[in-house]
């Protein structure tokens, strides 16, 4: 019996053993956010509490480091946990990236799908907007969007709680990054099917009169599963790194949400003298982002029927 190039292509993944130790670590983390109250429970801490009778109020460093109450430290200054605040920190991360990922796959190979597929005038309008988003600067709407959101639901920053800014940051982090993510799949969507369409058993669905909603998503679509799984493969670790880039940036994520990118920036102002501060959200970035990499990369060879024995 025949097997489908996606089922040969996953079963390469599967004896992979690169693919699946980095799976393994990619599925770590999901439990580790999941799981984060649990995590800060057994611990006996939580990510918001102070703890200033553990800071030296002279230097504003602790008085000790990791510890059986505190498993890596405290923060400076302020005292708060700092096991705690990285389990929380996974969460932010994993959902902006997952959200944003989910987004704009989505958007892409709709548009993508729309545009290759009709042709003519749908396929220029289509085209115009991916270019027009692929050429704007989303640093600057990043910086700009939160103050825009701000401005019109609370009427400006005055009055507004530290709560209510880090909710539009989180939402307005969302919009942004989803905005521009779609563009670049439905482009290569878009030329996958302007090829895709000429072949026999499109035209033969064309003949048969077959519901263009079904050539779409029936016949189409399936054809389009190795470049859809390879990008947004390759996309979940870029929007984590986007999203923590953009928190060190100080336009991102901000106090009171615990997050990795919060942390950092916070840490290094403090990494001659304590460098445990930093590194454990650096690592935590570090490694989740080298094995979805590493990850994406398995499954675009997985995919590729150039490789394929």
């Known amino acids: 019996m025949s097997r489908s190039p996606t089922r040969i292509a996953l079963e390469r993944l599967r004896r992979d053993k690169v693919a699946m130790t980095c799976f393994g670590i990619f599925v770590f983390f999901v439990l580790l956010a999941i799981f984060a109250p649990l995590l800060a429970k057994l611990e006996g801490q939580d990510p918001t509490t102070y703890h200033f009778d553990?800071?030296?109020?002279?230097?504003t460093f602790p008085f000790s480091g990791a510890s059986s109450d505190h498993w890596f430290g405290v923060e400076p200054r302020i005292g708060r946990d700092l096991f705690a605040r990285w389990v929380y920190g996974a969460r932010p991360s994993l959902l902006v990236a997952g959200l944003v990922t989910l987004v704009t796959t989505v958007v892409g190979v709709v548009i993508g799908l729309l545009s290759g597929f009709f042709g003519g005038w749908v396929d220029r309008v289509f085209s115009w907007i991916i270019d027009f988003i692929l050429s704007l600067p989303y640093l600057i709407f990043a910086i700009a969007f939160p103050a825009v959101i701000i401005s019109v639901v609370y009427g400006g920053s005055e009055g507004t709680t530290p709560e209510q800014v880090a909710r539009v940051r989180f939402i307005s982090l969302i919009v942004v990054l989803s905005f521009f993510g779609w563009a670049g799949l439905a482009r290569l969507i878009r030329g996958q099917v302007l090829s895709l369409r000429e072949r026999e058993f499109i035209a033969a669905a064309r003949v048969l009169g077959i519901p263009t909603r079904r050539v779409l998503f029936r016949e189409l679509l399936p054809n389009l599963i190795a470049p859809i799984v390879v990008s947004a493969s390759l996309a979940l670790p870029g929007y984590i790194v986007a999203e923590a880039g953009l928190t060190f940036l100080g336009v991102g994520l901000m106090d009171p949400t615990p997050s990795w990118g919060v942390t950092i920036a916070s840490a290094q102002n403090y990494y001659d003298t304590y460098p445990l501060y930093l590194w454990v959200p650096v690592l935590g970035?570090?490694?989740?982002?080298?094995?979805?990499?590493?990850?994406?990369?398995?499954?675009?060879?997985?995919f590729d029927p150039k490789t394929r024995r």
Do not use: F, Q
């Open 54 to 59: 553990l800071i030296d109020k002279r230097t």
């Open 285 to 302: 970035i570090t490694i989740l982002v080298l094995a979805l990499s590493l990850l994406g990369d398995a499954v675009r060879d997985a």
